[in-house]
Each structure stands twice: as structure tokens, then as C-alpha cells.
T-cell receptor, first 112, second 117 residues
Framework: AQSVTQLDSQVPVFEEAPVELRCNYS??????LFWYVQYPNQGLQLLLK??????LVKGINGFEAEFNKSQTSFHLRKPSVHISDTAEYFC??????????FGAGTTVTVRA | GAVVSQHPSWVICKSGTSVKIECRSL??????MFWYRQFPKQSLMLMAT?????????EQGVEKDKFLINHASLTLSTLTVTSAHPEDSSFYIC?????????????FGEGSRLTVL
């Protein structure tokens, strides 16, 4: 079984500042890792995913994440945020069976 | 990318009635769909895996008779909340796997908010 821990429940950040959202996972098998974004009353949109290969993954909207196997982490970063990045962010892990286990989520609030 | 649509987006019903939520894959055939439940300010909890042409597989603790799942075609899965009660009020989200898409990726519907009075 896999599990995910998102270390920050809320992250306030000023516009144009960088942001990092932390995610740690545990698994007994090889994993696929994902970051999703959810806007109010909407479904989830995939930001990026790690399946294999390069540990630095680039996604949509300027986001990137780095897979660190030794630290079992998959932190999400963006060098400069916009007001429109205000949303809920979920880290998720799968063991390859497409059944996702989600973290508790991180609320990002971008202020002008 | 692939599109998954849910209907209705919002539904309000009286306690004791049943409500059906549809999940459709609009431009691909989904052999497997997943249903999640999300409480306010919380994460998504997997309820069940829906496989076309066979019975759904429910996660531990999910009442099969309360949450009926049918996956009658490759583009449609339905979740029926039977004899709904206020504690069933939640945001229900489906996702679908496109066999032709990238490995591991699921496509999510917009969600359906159920309020039971």
C-alpha cells in the first residue's frame, strides 16, 4: 500500500514570490507520483507526473517537481506565482494500478 | 487531453430518496473508472473501482448497498446514492483511465456536489 503526507496544510504567498509545496510518500513498491490542482467546486487537473527517468519533472503553468528516492519526497515548486495559482494542491501516489492515494492537500493563497 | 464529464454538477434531494450521478468519458473509451468522495476541506477518498461489464470493487468501509455503481458501457459509469441521508452530503468525483493515454494518468470529472436535506 502507498500513502502520502503533505507537510503544509496552508501556504500563503505573495504574488511573484516563489512557492514550494512539500510531499513525502511511503511505498513498498515502485511508484508513480502526481501533483493535481483543484479550483473551488471543480474536479482535479493534472499539473505533472513522475513515472520514471529524469527526477526533475516539468509541468503546466510553470510548475516543476523533483523526485528524490532517498528522501521519498516529491516537492512541487514554482519560481513566481500568480493570483490565479490560488487553489488546493494534492500530491498523489499510485503503485501502477491506477488507484491513487491522495495527500490531505495544501491550500495555496496568493496575495497581491 | 481526454475529457470526463459528470452530471449533475449540483443536486439537492430530500432524505430517503435516491440520487444518480453520471460520469462520462466524452472522447475516449474508459474500461476503468474510479469514484471518489471529498468532504469539505479534505482530501479525496477512493470509494470504488468501476470496470466495464463487471461488478465494481469497493474500498474497505464503503457500503455497497448504499453506493451502487454501474459501468454498463465504455463511456458511462453511474453512482447511485440510495436512501440518501444528510451524512451522505459530499462532493463526489469520478476519474477515468484512457488506455491510449500516458501511463498512470487519470482524467477527472468536474465533480458533483450532493446536498441531502
Amino acid at each position: 500500500a502507498q500513502s502520502v503526507t503533505q507537510l503544509d496544510s496552508q501556504v500563503p504567498v505573495f504574488e511573484e514570490a516563489p512557492v514550494e509545496l512539500r510531499c513525502n510518500y511511503s511505498s513498498s513498491v515502485s511508484v508513480y507520483l502526481f501533483w493535481y490542482v483543484q479550483y473551488p467546486n471543480q474536479g482535479l487537473q493534472l499539473l505533472l507526473k513522475y513515472l520514471s527517468g529524469s527526477t526533475l519533472v516539468k509541468g503546466i503553468n510553470g510548475f516543476e517537481a523533483e523526485f528524490n528516492k532517498s528522501q521519498t519526497s516529491f516537492h512541487l515548486r514554482k519560481p513566481s506565482v500568480h493570483i490565479s495559482d490560488t487553489a488546493e494542491y494534492f500530491c498523489a501516489v499510485s503503485g501502477g494500478d491506477y488507484k491513487l492515494s491522495f495527500g490531505a492537500g495544501t491550500t495555496v493563497t496568493v496575495r497581491a | 487531453g481526454a475529457v470526463v464529464s459528470q452530471h449533475p454538477s449540483w443536486v439537492i434531494c430530500k432524505s430517503g430518496t435516491s440520487v444518480k450521478i453520471e460520469c462520462r468519458s466524452l472522447d475516449f473509451q474508459a474500461t476503468t473508472m474510479f469514484w471518489y468522495r471529498q468532504f469539505p476541506k479534505q482530501s479525496l477518498m477512493l470509494m470504488a473501482t468501476s470496470n466495464e461489464g463487471s461488478k465494481a470493487t469497493y474500498e474497505q468501509g464503503v457500503e455497497k448497498d448504499k453506493f451502487l455503481i454501474n459501468h454498463a458501457s465504455l463511456t458511462l459509469s453511474t453512482l447511485t446514492v440510495t436512501s440518501a441521508h444528510p451524512e451522505d452530503s459530499s462532493f463526489y468525483i469520478c476519474s477515468a483511465r484512457d488506455p491510449l493515454a500516458g501511463t498512470g494518468e487519470l482524467f477527472f470529472g468536474e465533480g458533483s456536489r450532493l446536498t441531502v436535506l
